[in-house]
């Protein structure tokens, strides 16, 4: 067989793979926003039968010997091919460590993991919810011990799902210079007078919210030829294919705060979308950096959504669809509003400047949980200890606190990081981007949002995982994460909405 | 390994492609109701691959050989068990024949047929749909070849995709006994005086068709806990598992009609509903009787919504919901609207009395497609000749012709006949329940449907296919096919609609 015929078998082989990982989205997207409760019961054992044929399907040794074939031919390792077989080797290999049976106990422990954490959440009930992250944390131990000959420690381990090469090292440096900025910055604001932000509590009702949703995802760039959005409980992205995306959001009638959850996600979707098409079926399409994902989120949501321009051009608008409820206010007050920073229990409904403290509170929990410093079920307490001591909070009951996100229910310990660091990229990247885009605020307050996405679209979307983590970073910024250019952001926008300066 | 221990095996292998094939339908549903358009093209990759791992894990020897070991056993063929055995045995030995490459190919001209079909009848252009045609008439007559040791006809091949056992031979006898009886009473009906029908056409805003739609379904047994309704272009039932049953509707805001396509699909819905759960994730939930599939539509779209006692519960509430467009109309009135005898060119919108014309003669043409007596690109000339032979009308364009039906675009032959068998069967069936339930008509005078529902429950729905197509209808109404009960209440519905006796 020649080295093109072993190309397209491999391409026909992943690609069907990936095929079945796409119906699997469908089915968790479907489950999330339209299947009726009932149904819940077969769509696991359609998403676990899924998984386990994708993963076996994968880990076969024909797929071995043909990567080791395409090795010996010595592709272009900038082109497509040599990244698709860069990629699936190390897909591959890691793949390959995990026993199949370890595979179903965590798909499985998911499942129920999520299950009970929506129930436990409900009735903020952390002991119903305990045995459960025992099983996950246990289970998780099994699959780092398959990965002890990495030379990583366990946590980064665990890291590496969501950020390919990760160090927890470099993280904890980085983190602990956000605490020893942002801690004095969160009493500084406290201390100084307060936005007014009546105006933005009252009824708004969602029929509303969603045309002025739609409004403002259509200008940014979302299109129903290819796109949807739709109501959840926990607003997630997802696509179908490149030319598939599902955004979806989450309403309350007592304000209209859905328009970051839907910016958010549509910083997601347009990752996804802006993939270059040659990638498609391929696992290049698939994500090796939560952290570069997370920083498109962040960045449409902070950067464009809570930006000055920004409400100059869409508050009039804003304003028409609200007549009563934002009667009276002007845009720059609006733009105070939707800026103003106030210590709160629940990290997703966070502003820009407590974010960091959610994050970096969840990461120092998860590491002492992996490293068996800390008895699980001694959680809530040391929860609720540290908002104490890092927002000044008392934590009302577990549902507003230990209990408030899915993550470690459904095993994704190592996720929460990104979040952070995410955010601290988007800052750089969007000071590289107006660097080169010197206009890019008088094109948010005329509504023109295209420069900015086509930047974004042939400096980072389109590459996917054509390069590491690192690499596409350095491409984008021209040097590694570097957390000032955030701080100092964080530093700026205190001073402009509430005059303090640190 | 023991027996049980087999029959575990058994039930995994085929629990996980059913598994598979749950995921396909929602992939089908999905992009019926909810993909954005651009999503076509993957979606296909995703359906022919999921179809394409479905028929590979099935025809394996793996899968022969536990059957062979467990027809051995000796299991009571009354049991849930022996059931699965034998029903498993015949699907594998039909699939086992259809080589893969065949298979595919078929999948793929499906595909490809229907959206080929779509812009064809979009265009009225028949020509621009033929290769397609001719495609899948060449695929058809390769699969019926995989067939001929049965000792089936060529038809008759097809036809026992969709109704096991059946024969052309015994359609083709009671058809002919339908054309004898209805073609005079559509002349006749032609010249009675008329039902006034103009208060039916009007403006009838979707969100209130919408409204009155699922109040009907919740009498009639929908409940959201497991269904779902949706709008679509081309209305259809599905499953994703017994307790998820997806119906969809079509609206058109000059009418009400919607109702009638709502109910028919809730009677598809109910019955899948109806299975037995012990029967969940085998292939005893699959159907093996589009007769008796189609016999429930019928039966709930027209013994139920289009009697008599129905509208004098419903229509009070359809006039409240349409107050200015039903002013002055009785719920006699609105009856005998709906229960009008109208030849028209399509068939989804035909009345009782002539919907079975539309079908006898697309099986009339279907056989001569497959025998080869008809050249494809004559279809249409032939098509417009029988429209005016049995309905005396003149097809204006091939939109409203040759090409209103999905069906032969996808390479469905021998589906069309167990539309008008099923219709048949529901009389039947209905005649054994009023029988049984003799104060029926009051109870669904009084919006009840509760017994109805039981009825068929137990007698039809939960058994699947436990037994044979026709075992089945022998069990529910004690005899075997018979148009007689269907003719005679065809001319009593005509006798008090017009006053017509024939």
Not at 314 to 326: A, N, S, T
Request: charged residues 30%; hydrophobic residues 40%; contains cysteine.
């Amino acid at each position: 067989m020649s080295h093109e015929a072993k190309l397209t078998e491999l391409r026909e082989r992943i690609g069907e793979i990936l095929d079945l990982k796409r119906a699997s989205a469908l089915l968790q997207w479907d489950q999330q926003t339209m299947m009726p409760p009932n149904g819940n019961e077969s769509r696991s054992d359609q998403l676990s039968t899924i998984e386990r044929f994708s993963h076996e399907l994968f880990v076969s040794d024909e797929i071995g010997a043909l990567l080791g074939e395409l090795e010996g031919a010595e592709l272009d390792p900038e082109s497509i091919d040599g990244a698709l077989v860069r990629v699936t080797r190390r897909d591959w290999e890691k793949a390959r460590k995990v026993p199949p049976e370890l595979q179903a106990e965590l798909t499985r422990a998911e499942v129920i993991g999520v299950m009970a954490w929506a129930e436990a959440r409900r009735n903020s009930d952390f002991q119903a919810f305990l045995p459960h992250l025992e099983k996950n944390v246990e289970l998780k131990r099994r699959y780092i011990e398959c990965f002890k000959d990495s030379g990583k420690s366990d946590y980064d381990i665990l890291l590496d799902d969501y950020q390919e090469g990760a160090r927890s090292e470099e993280i904890t440096a980085i983190f602990d210079r956000v605490k020893e900025v942002v801690i004095p910055l969160i009493r500084e604001v406290h201390a100084a007078e307060q936005v007014d932000s009546s105006f933005a509590h009252g009824h708004f009702p969602v029929e509303k919210q969603e045309l002025i949703g739609r409004e403002i995802l259509e200008r940014l760039g979302y299109s129903s030829e290819a796109w949807r959005l739709d109501p959840t409980v926990h607003p997630f992205a997802t696509s179908i294919s490149v030319d598939d995306i599902r955004l979806t959001t989450r309403y309350s009638e007592a304000d209209a705060e859905s328009i970051f959850h839907t910016a958010h996600e549509f910083g997601h979707g347009i990752y996804e979308f802006g993939i270059d098409r040659a990638l498609e079926r391929t696992p290049l399409v698939e994500l090796n950096s939560m952290v570069l994902h997370e920083s498109q989120s962040r960045l449409w949501e902070n950067l464009v959504c809570r930006s000055r321009p920004f409400w100059k051009f869409f508050f009039p608008r804003l304003q028409e669809v609200f007549p009563d409820q934002l009667a009276g206010v002007t845009d720059e007050m609006y733009w105070r509003h939707v800026n103003r920073v106030q210590p709160d229990f629940i990290r997703v409904e966070a502003d820009e400047v407590t974010y960091g403290m959610h994050i970096i509170l969840r990461y120092e929990l998860e590491q002492e949980i992996i490293a068996g410093q800390l008895e699980l079920r001694d959680l809530p307490g040391v929860w609720n200890e540290r908002m104490k001591d890092y927002f000044g909070l008392d934590v009302p009951d577990d549902a507003r606190g230990v209990l408030q996100d899915v993550h470690w229910s459904g095993g994704s310990f190592g996720y929460f990081p990104t979040y952070l660091l995410g955010t601290i990229a988007s800052v750089q990247i969007w000071e590289k981007v107006r660097s080169e885009l010197p206009d890019l605020d008088s094109q948010m307050e005329a509504g023109e949002f295209g420069a900015l996405r086509d930047w974004l679209g042939e400096r980072l979307y389109k590459w996917v995982r054509r390069f590491t983590p690192d690499e596409m970073l350095e491409r984008v910024v021209g040097g590694p994460l570097d957390v000032e250019p955030y701080l100092a952001y964080l530093g700026s926008k205190v001073e402009a909405i509430y005059g303090v300066r640190v």
